[in-house]
């Protein structure tokens, strides 16, 4: 045989040495010698080798190597493989010819794309040999890189799923080989492997991905340095590493999930990716990480953790398509695997985007977190799925409408797959409830939520006894809110049904030619539509249906509304309606919600079986939760439908019978409903039933008690008459027994209550044994010692709260209430317990008990004002309220409760809302926020009741309704209240706290609501209630207390805090001229007629409660946070030393806030000594301590000046009066001063004088915030109360003066400026008035001489004086008329004296110019003010011996800033200086001026004239829109010293010649000298400092 294989091989080597030329002969010698060579096994004996080198000599000639033909280059290829097996390991031809061999051979490979093909076996044996033989390692020896690269990029184009299994293992094993044998892995290499990566490659197959994905598997180590490094170039933004383009996002998906600890080392630049601003790479990356994140069965690995984080945190993206995207990816990331362990982490991530501002992203969060649910109902905890559903109440209609369909679908899909048991049904009974209450939210009206209970909730195969179990598991989960929402929606659809009942009987008898039925059948479509959310299109759709003639759609409504129609027949009913009308008739969906709601769809007579049927189930299982819940949710139909109960006494009177508590309470509640519908068949069904209900009203509970006396009423035909009776005998006769007490006393309310003239008959027995058997007992010693927590009150405290109950309800019957005597002694007895916690003081009990007995006289007072409210005494109503401030806070908090319920209920009056401030004392009360909300709550209602009662014009009071006619009632019980002094007695600020707090929290609610307290535009509604308030506030100052005339003054000046309150919360309407008084409670209040001059005095004078300093003391609360006091000055100290270590400036709103707390704190230290220290030095001091940052402020401006814009200034025009001028014209006027100190034996108060300065805007503009907040901070904390600085000027220091100050010029440079300092009519600008009114250091100067030194000695010994008022027009005010006719231009430089007529007195000043144009005078005062003033209309006079008018040129009429300073200083020493100065704003444009902190070395420096032109300075000023104040720095500065002292005594108050000649030489010396000038600042910020904290 080896012969014969030996002889063929050489007769087929001889043959193919010259191959024929025909193919076919070809193919034939090639099939036989690959057949032959096939049959020889590797390594054979010598001889067959050399049999074969013919044959392979012959094979590996050019011309078959290299032929044309696919058949023989198969074939040869065949050969030479077959060749290469049997001489493995050894290489059977040379070098050369290998590589044509291979080329040979991979060319053959482009041929396995074609399974079906003749010569794809021999093809797949090549491919195999290649594999199993490692013959393709060759091909690296040979350095056949190019070909290898086309081997490689063949196998990707021809590789199919199509391909067997051993197909593709050899393919990949080739690869890997290849790739495993290389040194280095060639770019063009890689970059075919990527370049079969990617699920987006339309070149490439899926077979090729996954064979790419295979090799880099296997030979991750050695692919991963050219794939990171492909990686990091193209995150990096450099495409050049790899020449072919390729995805790098698709080939990190794919590496990802086969080699990820390839992608470790780029995280960083993914990271990258997606935090770049650019949205198309940020995009991308966002899709990369969702998709790799959510690959099914690939874990997220640890080291992609940050990534996930930083993923999570694109959810805050700023484009929303990036939030969509991200939260779509979280979605399907938990689809896939919802148990991983981040999901607990993406939840909550997703849950942080429900209050995203965007309403699409809020609602695919809502749609990610329902399509998790569904797909795995344990996905999501149900705390999550409770707050998705909060979206309920989202402001987007689309995304409210959207959360309620998924919610449906969520609930249908628990039902469904829930009937098992095997899902806790707490995780998704709660979703009814959740819908229910949207029935409060005006975009889901009744008709909405019937029709989602009814058509969505449940799956429509689901079984009647199927849908009450769901309905009674979700009963019970309900809160009062989502039970109240069931009645609102069931009282509704018995209001819909009874009016169609009317309209169908109407139609029945409906002729044309009758004008009254077609009136009543319109009435019935007006009742209709009220009950739909479009009342107008609702009506305009039942025309339409009474137009309708069809007989079928109107045999089908009345089957609707019959309610033996059971549950599916009322189902197909509704469709075949539908049906008939189409979805292109225009009553289509107006149809659709009017048969749900006229039908029974919702409830019906199978509804009640079941639910009995599921009671005694639950009765048998023990489940008391679940009984409670039948016996709700069957009262709750009995009340609306009581029809629905016919057919079910049987039921209902066996479960009478059972011997379970809850049952027999359940039952006897329906029955006391819906009794009187279904009497009849009850006295069929059961005879005994009046037995079980009187045994009930003898020894049941109290409950069963209450219910069981109605229910006999009920099922009986005289209305319980006769056996009441009966029933009322033995109760009376058991009381001396005293057995079942508390069921006996319950009764006889209830009998008093439904049956009256029974109750008559032995009423007087009844209340002698309450008083005396119940209310007058004593409790033992020791259970009054014992007796200490709330919990144990005595059973003896028990009986005496049912007694007061039953009296209670005697006053309360159903009828003809009014008519009932002895309310009086019923008062008396609820007066008595509300102040003693008993009847009586003799009566002895533990504290826990009184407090019990007070609660339930306040709550019977509560119950007794629906009816008895005007016959409640005054102390009473006092009392009641008081109980919100009881010790114990579990009855505060009931008592709160109930008056919060019954005025939401409609059935309290609003005016015991008062009990809400009551129980506060602070805005840190704990109950702050609580009363708060409840006090919005009742606001709301009141306003709502108001609309009502205006839509309807009722005839009734409005005002009643009004939630401000809570305020005269607040004020009285104010004034009355324990914790609130008698004004007269009492002056402290602090004892009124409490009433201040109470009061702004009502002021601030009325008239912010919820909005808080800003400032801007005034709604109509605010502007009427603020006019409604200042109403009601001047309508008690114009009347007495009728309670305690005593208390009369406290009432008013509590009227005046109110004021001050309102007018800052709403400062736009300040203005309460013309505003009427409105009609008073009667019994609190009695008006007093009084003259009209009179009232407009006492509402325009306030007490000094609502004075500026009692509100700068109540204001300056907010900032006394505990936290922050307890901190002490030390933290505020380095707290500003940090903030300028760092170079930055301290926020100018904390600098105040530090400043604020200081005075607090300091404020109380110095109570402890008031033997050593006045409180105006203590109030002095406070404002010292607030003025001293300003002049830091002023104190960095002028540096500045002094470096930059002076020197320049002067170097262009050369002299300073230029420089003044453009200074003025740059930047802003910093006036004011601050001068003074005081001394008492031995403490003395030094207080730092700035100069007048100019503010340069600074090159840090991010400071310019905190100078704008300085300035509208001041503008309100800077606020004095004019009446305390003169009660404290009056007070004299003995043998010390304090230097004349002046704060307001300090305030004015803080706040914003206007163009024009004056007003068209002569009246100061708006701003200015502000600043006269918050400044009470401001004084004009008089001309009578007493009042003159009056005020000098004021100005000495106090911090400021009376303020200037601002000027008003007053009718009937004559003008001045001059003996000596001047005109207009010759007055000027005269000097006059100009009247005020608020202030009632001349204010002396010189007339500086006169405009021709619009016939006006510039008039500047002594005190620096400036107006621009219609002499003709003003009441002014010439002042004699003063300086004669100087004539001027037409020209100068119109006086320039410069011409007015020069002029004033040449005239300052003929003008008075003992008053006062006001600075007014500036007319040149201002600049923002922002702080900077001072070297060591600026000190303040004193000029040797301050102590002589100290009260001689007032004229050497000029308002700030005319001079320069840097140019009298010297004489507006006085060092506070002991010679300072004691030239001050030397004084005298009129002025000499040697003050006159000083204040000149120390003039010209500041104008001729500016650097020195500008040297003399006040003390640096670090002295500052100091002195502050020192103040603690």
Request: proline share 3%.
């Amino acid at each position: 045989m080896a012969q014969k294989l030996q002889q063929q091989l050489k007769d087929l080597g001889s043959k193919l040495e010259t191959p024929p030329a025909s193919k076919d002969a070809l193919v034939k010698l090639l099939k036989q010698a690959a057949n032959c060579l096939s049959e020889i096994e590797q390594s054979p004996s010598l001889s067959i080798l050399d049999s074969m080198q013919t044959c392979l000599t012959a094979i590996a000639k050019q011309e078959l190597l290299k032929h044309q033909d696919r058949d023989v280059k198969v074939l040869v290829a065949t050969c030479i493989c077959e060749i290469t097996r049997i001489t493995a390991p050894e290489a059977p031809y040379s070098d050369d010819v290998l590589r044509d061999i291979f080329h040979l051979i991979v060319g053959t490979f482009s041929g396995l794309s074609d399974v079906d093909s003749p010569s794809f076996g021999r093809r797949v044996v090549i491919l195999e040999t290649l594999a199993r033989y490692r013959s393709c390692v060759v091909m690296l020896d040979l350095e056949c890189n190019d070909l290898i690269n086309e081997m490689f990029h063949t196998f990707f184009s021809v590789v199919s799923d199509n391909h067997p299994e051993n197909v593709l293992n050899s393919m990949q094993k080739i690869m890997v080989l290849i790739v495993d044998e290389s040194e280095d892995i060639q770019e063009n290499l890689l970059s075919i492997i990527l370049s079969a990566l990617g699920r987006k490659r339309t070149d490439f197959s899926m077979a090729a991905r996954r064979l790419a994905m295979n090799v880099v598997e296997h030979c991750a180590r050695k692919l991963e340095p050219g794939i990171k490094q492909f990686l990091v170039s193209s995150l990096s933004g450099d495409n050049s590493y790899l020449s072919k383009s390729v995805d790098h996002h698709e080939i990190i998906f794919d590496v990802y999930q086969c080699a990820p600890q390839i992608l470790t080392g780029i995280i960083p630049y993914i990271t990258g990716e997606l935090l770049t601003d650019k949205l198309d790479i940020r995009s991308k990356a966002v899709e990369l990480l969702g998709e790799l994140f959510a690959l099914p069965g690939v874990s997220i690995l640890e080291s992609f953790q940050p990534l996930l984080s930083e993923f999570l945190k694109r959810l805050t993206d700023r484009v929303v398509e990036i939030r969509v995207s991200v939260i779509e990816h979280l979605k399907n990331c938990l689809m896939s695997n919802p148990s991983r362990p981040e999901a607990p982490q993406i939840i909550k991530a997703l849950s942080d985007r429900l209050l995203d501002y965007d309403e699409n992203v809020r609602k695919q969060v809502v749609a990610a977190v329902y399509d998790v649910a569904c797909h795995s109902l344990d996905a999501i905890p149900a705390e999550t799925a409770k707050l998705v559903a909060e979206r309920l109440r989202d402001k987007s209609l689309s995304v409210k409408k959207y959360t309620m369909e998924r919610l449906s679908d969520l609930y249908r899909l628990y039902c469904l797959k829930g009937s098992d048991g095997s899902i806790n049904a707490d995780d998704f009974e709660w979703i009814p409830g959740k819908i229910l209450k949207c029935l409060y939210d005006k975009d889901f009206r009744p008709e909405t939520m019937e029709l989602t209970l009814c058509g969505s909730l449940f799956p429509p195969e689901f079984s009647i006894k199927d849908r009450v179990k769901h309905w009674v598991k979700a009963f019970s989960g309900f809160d009062k809110v989502e039970a109240k929402a069931l009645e609102q929606i069931l009282v509704q659809k018995q209001r819909l049904q009874q009016e169609m009942h009317k309209y169908l009987s109407l139609r029945q008898t409906y002729q044309e030619d009758a004008p009254d039925l077609q009136r009543r059948i319109f009435g019935c479509f007006r009742s209709m539509s009220r009950l739909f959310n479009d009342p107008a299109k609702a009506e305009e759709s039942l025309n339409l249906l009474n137009q309708l003639k069809d007989v079928n759609i109107w045999k089908i409504l009345t089957s609707l509304l019959d309610p033996s129609t059971t549950f599916h027949q009322a189902w197909s009913s509704r469709d075949d309606l539908l049906k008939i009308l189409g979805e292109r008739h225009p009553l289509y969906d107006f149809m659709k919600m009017l048969s749900i709601r006229c039908s029974y769809l919702l409830i019906n007579k199978e509804y009640v079986k079941e639910i009995l049927l599921e009671a005694a189930e639950q009765k048998l299982a023990g489940s008391m939760k679940l009984i409670s819940s039948c016996m709700n949710l069957l009262t709750a139909i009995a009340c609306f439908f009581p029809l629905l109960l016919s057919g079910s006494e049987e039921d209902l009177v066996n479960l009478l019978k059972e011997q379970d508590e809850m049952l027999k309470e359940g039952i006897t509640h329906v029955l006391a409903k819906a009794g009187g519908t279904i009497r009849e068949q009850l006295a069929v069904t059961s005879s005994s039933i009046d037995l079980i209900l009187e045994r009930l009203c003898l020894e049941g509970s109290r409950k069963q008690a209450k219910y069981s006396v109605h229910a006999l009423a009920a099922i009986t035909k005289d209305d319980g008459l006769k056996s009441l009776s009966v029933l009322y005998k033995r109760l009376v006769d058991m009381l001396p027994e005293k057995t079942h007490l508390p069921a006996v006393l319950q009764s006889l309310g209830c009998i008093a209550q439904t049956a009256m003239p029974i109750f008559e008959t032995r009423e007087e027995e009844i209340v002698e044994f309450i008083i005396s058997k119940i209310l007058e007992c004593t409790n033992k010693a020791d259970e009054i010692s014992s007796k200490s927590e709330w919990g144990e009150r005595t059973e003896v405290c028990l009986l005496k709260i049912y007694g007061i109950k039953t009296l209670v309800k005697s006053y309360l019957p159903s009828k003809d209430a009014q008519l009932r005597p002895g309310i009086d002694k019923l008062m008396g007895i609820l007066k008595n317990i509300l102040s003693y916690g008993d009847i009586s003081q003799d009566i002895y009990s533990s504290d826990v008990d009184k407090a019990h007995m007070r609660l339930a006289s306040a709550k019977a007072v509560l119950r007794l004002s629906r009816q008895w409210d005007q016959r409640i005494p005054v102390d009473v109503f006092y009392k009641t309220l008081r109980i919100s401030q009881d010790a114990y806070p579990q009855s505060r908090k009931f008592f709160l409760n109930k008056i919060h319920q019954y005025i939401k209920e409609k059935l309290l009056d609003a005016k015991y809302a008062c009990a809400f401030l009551l129980s506060i004392s602070d805005c840190y009360s704990p109950e702050y926020e609580e009363c708060k909300h409840n006090l919005l709550e009742v606001v709301q209602i009141c306003q709502q009741v108001k609309v009502r009662q205006l839509s309807v014009q009722t005839d009734m009071n409005l005002l009643l309704t009004y939630p401000e006619y809570i305020l005269p009632y607040l004020v009285h019980a104010l004034a009355h209240d324990p914790s609130c002094p008698n004004i007269e007695e009492c002056s402290d600020a602090q004892a009124f706290e409490s009433t201040y707090w109470r009061l702004h929290l009502f002021l601030s609610v009325l008239l912010h609501g919820d909005e808080g307290s800003q400032a801007g535009s005034v709604p109509s509604r605010k502007s009427e209630s603020f006019t409604t308030i200042v109403s009601i506030f001047r309508s008690i100052k114009c009347s007495e207390d009728l309670v305690d005339g005593k208390r009369s003054k406290t009432l008013h000046a509590i009227c005046d805090l109110g004021l001050s309150i309102a007018k800052r919360l709403i400062p736009d309407l300040a203005d309460t001229s013309g505003i009427n008084t409105v009609p008073l409670p009667t019994m609190l209040y009695m008006h007093v007629e009084k003259s009209h001059e009179e009232n407009s005095v006492e509402n325009d004078e306030l007490a000094w409660l609502g004075g500026e300093s009692a509100m700068a003391h109540f204001e300056a609360l907010k900032f006394e946070n505990k936290e922050m006091i307890d901190s002490g000055a030390a933290n505020d100290v380095l707290f500003l030393e940090e903030k300028d270590g760092d170079g930055n400036e301290v926020p100018l709103g904390k600098m105040m806030k530090i400043l604020r707390l200081q005075g607090a704190k300091k404020k109380k230290k110095k109570a402890t000594k008031k033997q050593n220290l006045s409180s105006d030095l203590v109030n002095f001091e406070n404002e010292v301590d607030l003025l001293g940052m300003v002049r830091e402020i002023n104190l960095d401006n002028l540096e500045r000046l002094q470096g930059n814009d002076i020197r320049k200034l002067e170097k262009n025009n050369g002299h300073s009066g230029s420089v003044q001028v453009d200074l003025e014209n740059k930047n802003e006027k910093i006036l004011g001063s601050w001068k003074g100190e005081t001394e008492e034996v031995s403490i003395a108060v030094t207080v730092p004088t700035p100069k007048r300065k100019r503010s340069l805007s600074m090159q840090r503009p991010h400071l310019e915030k905190a100078h704008k907040e300085s300035r509208e901070f001041f503008s309100q904390a800077g606020k004095l109360d004019k009446e305390t600085h003169k009660s404290s000027g009056h007070k004299k220091l003995k043998d010390k003066h304090i230097v004349e100050s002046t704060v307001s010029d300090l305030l004015v440079s803080c706040l914003p400026t206007n163009k024009s300092s004056t007003s068209k009519n002569g009246k100061k600008h708006a701003d200015e008035s502000h600043v006269e009114e918050s400044i009470s250091n401001d004084s004009k100067k008089s001309t009578n001489a007493e009042e003159t030194n009056k005020v000098a000695v004021q100005s000495r010994n106090s911090t400021g004086s009376v303020k200037k008022r601002k000027r008003r027009s007053i009718a009937g005010l004559g003008k001045c008329s001059h003996a000596n006719e001047l005109n207009d231009a010759e007055v000027v430089g005269s000097r006059i004296k100009v009247w005020w007529p608020l202030d009632k007195k001349f204010y002396e000043g010189v007339i500086q110019s006169y405009d021709s144009e619009s016939k006006k005078h510039m008039v500047l005062y002594d005190d620096g003010d400036v107006e621009v003033l219609n002499l003709g209309k003003e009441k002014w006079e010439i002042i004699k011996h003063s300086f004669m008018p100087r004539k001027r040129q037409k020209s100068d009429h119109q006086t320039t800033h410069t011409e007015l300073s020069r002029e004033k200083r040449n005239n300052s020493k003929h003008s008075d200086s003992r008053e006062h100065r006001k600075s007014t704003k500036s007319s040149s444009p201002k600049r923002k001026g922002t702080p900077r902190k001072h070297t060591d070395h600026e000190r303040k420096r004193v000029s040797k004239s301050s102590k002589t032109t100290s009260l001689s300075d007032t004229d050497t000023r000029v308002d700030s829109d005319l001079s320069n104040a840097h140019s009298h720095s010297g004489s507006e500065v006085d060092e506070v010293n002991d010679d300072a002292h004691t030239d001050g005594e030397e004084q005298t108050e009129a002025g000499s010649k040697e003050e006159a000649e000083e204040l000149v030489k120390q003039q010209k010396a500041d104008s001729s000298n500016l650097n020195d000038k500008e040297e003399s600042d006040d003390e640096p910020l670090s002295m500052w400092r100091v002195r502050s904290a020192k103040v603690t």
